[in-house]
T-cell receptor, first 111, second 116 residues
Framework: TQLLEQSPQFLSIQEGENLTVYCNSS?????LQWYRQEPGEGPVLLVT?????EVKKLKRLTFQFGDARKDSSLHITAAQPGDTGLYLCAGATEYGNKLVFGAGTILRVKS | DTAVSQTPKYLVTQMGNDKSIKCEQN?????MYWYKQDSKKFLKIMFS???????INETVPNRFSPKSPDKAHLNLHINSLELGDSAVYFC???????????????FGPGTRLTVL
């Protein structure tokens, strides 16, 4: 069974601070996705990383896929209250669209 | 227009009852999914259909039965509801199935099921 360990589970920071969320596994994934979920809504895709070592930037968010395609990180620079939400990493298995999700990181950014 | 819609949004019912959740997508996608999100926010896939054909069937009690009348609809019927079935159930869709690299999955707003 492929598992994704996500850390930290909770993060409460002040506006303007930087943070990093980690997603680790002993398994190799064909690709890895990051989703953001707000209360009462479904997850929304932020990014998909496919190549080992790949780095993608989305405004203040930087996503990295590990060289061995077993881990990933999400770094947010100068966090804002609007970044508050549940962040989920998800690895694609041998069936490309069967996603294995991490347990999620609840981020709260205080103004 | 809502891309992936689910009904109902909230469902409160007694143990032992049978209930259904409906899902529709207007994106023209080939693949649809059901996920269960527990109280700790852990999201786990239950089923996936590609063009009305079941392609992913995780270890789910057989009290759960998905039905896909056409590729735009995927319903979930649950028999003999138990307390542990309380969760938020998400429907999702993606353009294709079985690709090596994951498609974007578009999630519905969720159905919060509470079993008393």
């Amino acid at each position: 069974t492929q598992l994704l360990e996500q850390s930290p589970q909770f993060l409460s920071i002040q506006e303007g601070e930087n943070l990093t969320v980690y997603c680790n596994s002993s398994s190799v994934f064909s690709s890895l996705q990051w989703y953001r979920q707000e209360p009462g809504e479904g997850p929304v895709l932020l990014v998909t990383v496919v190549t080992g070592g790949e780095v993608k930037k989305l405004k203040r968010l930087t996503f990295q896929f590990g060289d061995a395609r077993k881990d990933s990180s999400l770094h947010i620079t100068a966090a804002q209250p609007g970044d508050t939400g549940l962040y989920l990493c998800a690895g694609a298995t041998e069936y490309g669209n069967k996603l294995v999700f991490g347990a999620g990181t609840i981020l709260r950014v205080k103004s | 227009d809502t891309a992936v819609s689910q009904t109902p949004k909230y469902l409160v019912t007694q143990m032992g009852n049978d209930k259904s959740i409906k899902c529709e997508q207007n994106l023209g996608h080939d693949t649809m999914y059901w996920y269960k999100q527990d109280s700790k926010k852990f999201l786990k896939i239950m089923f996936s259909y590609n063009n009305k054909e079941l392609i992913i069937n995780e270890t789910v009690p057989n009290r759960f039965s998905p039905k896909s009348p056409d590729k735009a609809h995927l319903n979930l019927h649950i028999n003999s509801l138990e307390l542990g079935d309380s969760a938020v159930y998400f429907c999702a869709s993606s353009p294709s199935g079985g690709a090596l690299s994951a498609d974007t999955q578009y999630f519905g707003p969720g159905t919060r099921l509470t079993v008393l």
